[in-house]
């Protein structure tokens, strides 16, 4: 205890408490760095890592999806084909019984029909 005496008086109380604080700050600094900091920098790393790959991944899934609607879209393009083409078919068909259900009823008409 005599020895900080001569510097107390020399100093005074405030010179003495600033140099304990910058002593005490000196010797916590090491432990604040390998105690705290370090296993701090460590879990955002592992965190930042973590994000990239499930970034990555995503990414990849979105490829995927986009390959996908592309297909499903070039499918629903040949659905409306075969669907304009199917009522073209029913309309050529309509036409042909409309066509033959004239041709009947002037035969039944003119009595030409089978059996008269």
Do not use: C
């Not at 090491?30 to 900091?37: A, H, L, M």
């Not at 995927?64 to 304009?84: N, P, R, T």
């Not at 009823?105 to 059996?115: Q, R, S």
């Amino acid at each position: 205890m005599t020895d900080w005496l001569p510097l107390v008086q020399s100093i005074g109380i405030p010179g003495t408490i600033l140099l304990g604080v910058a002593y005490a700050l000196w010797k916590i600094i090491p432990w604040i760095g390998s105690e705290v900091v370090l296993p701090a920098v460590k879990t955002h790393l592992d965190f930042v890592n973590s994000a990239k790959a499930s970034i990555e991944q995503m990414a990849a899934r979105l490829t995927e999806f986009g390959v996908d609607l592309h297909k499903i879209g070039d499918a629903q393009a040949k659905l409306a084909e075969s669907q304009a083409t199917l009522a073209r078919s029913q309309t050529k068909l309509t036409d042909a019984q409309v066509q033959v259900a004239t041709e009947s009823v002037k035969v039944l008409k003119t009595g030409n029909g089978a059996g008269t």
